[in-house]
């Protein structure tokens, strides 16, 4: 019998780059999912929708691989990203928004939020042990992620708009 995880995460930051440029890069679905670690394939749905393949984990015939979709919105000038899930497309529900705010010029202020449900083929009693490494997994995926943007960021805030 499969279980579920239930997984949530919250981030605020700053960066030095102007909104505009910030707002580009995660408002641009492959662009923003191109910073995220261990993405097998990102396969576009139609419709600003798409579907997300992880990496497998796990050894032999116990691994876990995690697949979702969602649909993307957004809306430059009151400042967000958001995604909803789309059901029946892999083993999980990811739903969330980025909130992007104009410091000054050249500063600007990113808060992610996010959750979502993965459900997992194995034994529920499996749940006690694998729970908690598939949060932890999701957390450094999504501190990955971070960190990943915050230098592409600090790039963007550096070089001239072309």
Not at 56 to 73: E, L, N, P, S
Request: proline content about 4%.
């Amino acid at each position: 019998m499969a279980f579920t995880v239930s997984v949530d995460f919250q981030k605020k930051f700053d960066v030095k780059c102007p909104y505009d440029r910030v707002f580009d890069v995660l408002s641009n679905v492959p662009e923003s999912v191109s910073h995220f670690p261990k993405v097998d394939t990102l396969v576009d749905l139609g419709g600003n929708r798409y579907r997300w393949e992880m990496e497998k984990v796990g050894i032999d015939r116990f691994f876990v691989q995690t697949i979702y979709a969602c649909k993307y919105t957004s809306n430059r000038e009151k400042g967000w990203v958001k995604w909803t899930p789309i059901r029946g497309e892999g083993n999980g529900l990811v739903e969330g928004k980025w909130t992007i705010t104009a410091l000054d010029e050249t500063r600007t202020r990113i808060e992610l939020s996010t959750s979502g449900e993965l459900t997992v083929g194995l034994p529920s009693l499996s749940k006690i042990i694998l729970g908690p490494i598939v949060t932890r997994e999701f957390n450094g995926m999504v501190d990955t992620y971070v960190a990943n943007l915050v230098k592409t960021f600090t790039k963007l805030g550096k070089s001239k708009k072309k």
